[in-house]
T-cell receptor, first 115, second 112 residues
């Protein structure tokens, strides 16, 4: 079974631009979560989608948004990029996300550099 | 809010045991996890423990949980150079819908 895939793997943007990142979960997984990883802040939860609905959201500004499609693929969008948005963006999928020890499978991430 | 803390760096000699420690603040945490991240890769779930357990062993990995002190540890026996990675402690709360809170990660360096 193919793992979680994220595209693109690397991205360079300039301040003020917007960016869209894509995540394809493991086949059959309906929950997709997004995290931002930076050296100073570690992993921070962005949001989680299940059956095309955002069920949980972290403490990020409205410039960060996402969506999930009927095939469970998910995209996240960052508008008006700032230098501080440079990070590794990780996507994770799980089967049902019941709130228990649902194993999350992580993709390799998209490394975004904002100049 | 929830907070998970862990030390930033640990260095051990190959063959020795490694112990990575973590503290958390959310007393309602139900599951606690250890993830491993190798360079250029995503996170890999190593093991998890339910909050009503004190210990869990899985081959070379032993997880100890002190719920009273909100302290979690991961012991790796016979540490190998392939164990060099960043280890993340994480916790989830009831009904958290995968809102998992991660620590900043402990970089484990194994010296041959």
């Amino acid at each position: 079974k193919a793992g979680v895939t994220q595209t693109p793997r690397y991205l360079i943007k300039t301040r003020g631009q917007q960016v869209t990142l894509s995540c394809s979960p493991i086949s059959g997984h309906r929950s997709v979560s997004w995290y931002q990883q930076t050296p100073g802040q570690g992993l921070q939860f962005l949001f989680e989608y299940f059956s095309e609905t955002q069920r949980n959201k972290g403490n990020f500004p409205g410039r960060f948004s996402g969506r999930q499609f009927s095939n469970s693929r998910s995209e996240m969008n960052v508008s008006t990029l700032e230098l501080g948005d440079s990070a590794l963006y990780l996507c994770a999928s799980s089967l049902e996300a019941s709130g228990g020890a649902e194993t999350q499978y992580f993709g390799p991430g998209t490394r975004l550099l904002v100049l | 809010g929830e907070d998970v803390e862990q030390s930033l760096f640990l260095s051990v000699r190959e063959g020795d045991s490694s112990v990575i420690n973590c503290t958390y603040t959310d007393s309602s945490s139900t599951y606690l996890y250890w993830y491993k991240q190798e360079p250029g890769a995503g996170l890999q779930l190593l093991t998890y423990i339910f909050s009503n357990m004190d210990m869990k062993q899985d081959q070379r990995l032993t997880v100890l949980l002190n719920k009273k002190d909100k302290h979690l540890s991961l012991r790796i026996a016979d540490t190998q150079t392939g164990d060099s990675a960043i280890y993340f402690c994480a916790e989830s709360s009831p009904g958290g819908y995968q809102k998992v809170t991660f620590g900043i990660g402990t970089k484990l360096q194994v010296i041959p």
